[in-house]
């Protein structure tokens, strides 16, 4: 993709390049997805069963300032 294309982008408010990235995203074939970021089937298959769970039950979620707080404890 052409540098400028890009920098247009990145100067979207927040809310649209969210927008954006999630319709890239679900413009993919699972296949894709996977082999985009290096996933097993496995792996993905546990990951979309993770976002099936996370949208019957939202309040599970975990806050990503508690995770990223654990996970510095933890080094």
């Not at 890009?6 to 894709?32: C, F, H, N, Q, Y």
């Not at 082999?35 to 089937?41: D, E, F, I, R």
């Not at 993905?44 to 990223?68: G, K």
Request: hydrophobic share 45%.
């Amino acid at each position: 993709m052409a540098p400028d294309v890009i920098a247009s982008l990145l100067k979207l408010p927040a809310a649209d390049r969210v927008e954006l990235a999630m319709a890239l995203w679900e413009s993919l074939g699972e296949s894709d997805r996977g082999n985009a970021v290096g996933l097993t089937p496995e792996r993905l298959a546990d990951l979309e069963r993770r976002s099936d769970e996370h949208r019957t039950d939202p309040a599970t979620a975990i806050p990503w300032s508690e995770v990223r707080a654990k996970l510095s404890i933890k080094k």
